[in-house]
């Protein structure tokens, strides 16, 4: 198993940045993939950001220039730094790990973008 904890969310006035941080623990050898997904009340999971073991990134549309996500392999943490919030950004992030044809999620946290 695969143990994931988001840290990092909050409040935020439009314009500003935050920084989330996912941090795992527990058969970790399993991993290969992480990323960030994000999901609103009553609408689907919507993959944000995603990073290979070596480094590879790819981007949502809604993200892209805006959100960065990065990875320390020695911590087995990865990372989404936010910048340029929007409102639009509001809602409940969660962190995601997959490999070896499994995939694990955090509890999630909460980002909320207002003035």
């Known amino acids: 198993q695969v143990q994931l904890v988001e840290s990092g969310g909050g409040s935020v006035q439009p314009g500003g940045s935050l920084r989330l941080s996912c941090a795992a623990s527990?058969?970790?050898?399993?991993?290969?993939?992480m990323g960030w997904y994000r999901q609103a009340p009553g609408k689907e999971r919507e993959f944000i950001a995603g990073?290979?073991?070596?480094?590879?990134?790819n981007y949502a549309d809604s993200v892209k220039g805006r959100f960065t996500i990065s990875r320390d392999n020695a911590k087995n943490t990865v990372y989404l730094q936010m910048n340029s919030l929007k409102p639009e950004d509001t809602t409940v992030y969660y962190c995601?790990?997959?490999?070896?044809?499994?995939?694990?999620w955090g509890r999630g946290t909460q980002v909320t973008v207002s003035s």
């Open positions: 527990g058969s970790i050898f399993r991993i290969s993939t």
């Open positions: 990073i290979t073991i070596s480094g590879t990134t």
């Open positions: 995601t790990a997959s490999g070896l044809g499994r995939t694990y």
